[in-house]
C-alpha cells in the first residue's frame, strides 16, 4: 500500500459525459501528478501540482483539468468524454516540488467510456 | 486484474533464475532513473533509482546498471520468484526540465515459469 488512494476504483459512463477522479496523497506530501495509461500509449503524464498550484503540464488535453485543493487531495476532471479517453488514471504523490524524487502511485481508477 | 500493454515485450525466466530487464532512454541529459514494477490491477510500485553520477546501484535482491555512453539502463533481479511477476518500466527525468516532465519506457513483462 503506497499510502496514496483514488476513488472511484472503476468508472462507466458514455461519451459527452464529464467525470472527476479524486486523488489523496501520502501524509505530509505535498505533490500530486496525474498520469493516464492506455493499452497503446503506455504511461503518459498529464499534470503535477504542487502546494496548490499547478507546476507542470505534459499531454492533457484541452477538455480535462485538474486542481489541488488546501488539504492537498487533488481532482482531476474529464469533460465531453470520447471513447479513446477509456484508461486507467493514476494519481502520485512525492514530497517535494520539483519532481525529481520518487513518486508513489495510488492504485488507479479505470474508465471506460462506451 | 486488468492488463496493461497487451503487446509488451516478455520476458520469461524460470524460476531461481536471475532476470535482466534492459531500457535505453532517449534523452542525454536525464540524470535520474527509476525502475517500477506494476502488477496486474495495481498502480506502479518504486523498486531503485539512480542518479547519473553512479554506475550500479544495488538493493534486495535488485541492481540497477547504467551506461551513460550508450543510454541503456538495466534492473537485474536476483533468484527471481514467482511474486516478482509484472510489467516493469524505466523512467528517465532531465536535469533541464523544469518540473516533473517524467518520461516513461513502454515496459516489459516479466514472466516466471515454475
Known amino acids: 500500500d503506497s499510502g496514496v488512494t483514488q476513488t472511484p476504483k472503476h468508472l462507466i459512463t458514455a461519451t459527452g459525459q464529464r467525470v472527476t477522479l479524486r486523488c489523496s496523497p501520502r501524509s505530509g506530501d505535498l505533490s500530486v501528478y496525474w498520469y493516464q495509461q492506455s493499452l497503446d500509449q503506455g504511461l503518459q503524464f498529464l499534470i503535477h501540482?504542487?502546494?496548490?498550484?499547478?507546476?507542470a503540464k505534459g499531454n492533457i488535453l484541452e477538455r480535462f483539468s485538474a486542481q489541488q485543493f488546501p488539504d492537498l487531495h487533488s481532482e482531476l476532471n474529464l469533460s465531453s468524454l470520447e471513447l479513446g479517453d477509456s484508461a486507467l488514471y493514476f494519481c502520485?504523490?512525492?514530497?517535494?516540488?520539483?519532481?525529481?524524487?520518487?513518486?508513489?502511485f495510488g492504485p488507479g481508477t479505470r474508465l471506460l467510456v462506451l | 486484474g486488468e492488463s496493461v500493454g497487451l503487446h509488451l515485450p516478455t520476458l520469461s525466466v524460470q524460476e531461481g533464475d536471475n532476470s535482466i530487464i534492459n531500457c535505453a532512454y532517449s534523452n542525454s541529459a536525464s540524470d535520474y532513473f527509476i525502475w517500477y514494477k506494476q502488477e496486474s490491477g495495481k498502480g506502479p510500485q518504486f523498486i531503485i533509482d539512480?542518479?547519473?553520477?553512479?554506475d550500479k546501484r544495488q538493493g534486495q535482491r535488485v541492481t540497477v546498471l547504467l551506461n551513460k555512453t550508450v543510454k541503456h539502463l538495466s534492473l537485474q533481479i536476483a533468484a527471481t520468484q514467482p511474486g516478482d511477476s509484472a510489467v516493469y518500466f524505466c523512467a528517465e527525468i532531465s536535469r533541464y526540465s523544469s518540473a516533473s516532465k517524467i518520461i516513461f519506457g513502454s515496459g516489459t513483462r516479466l514472466s516466471i515459469r515454475p
Open positions: 501540482y504542487y502546494n496548490g498550484e499547478e507546476r
Open positions: 539512480i542518479r547519473s553520477n553512479m
Open positions: 502520485a504523490s512525492s514530497g517535494g516540488g520539483q519532481g525529481r524524487e520518487t513518486q508513489y
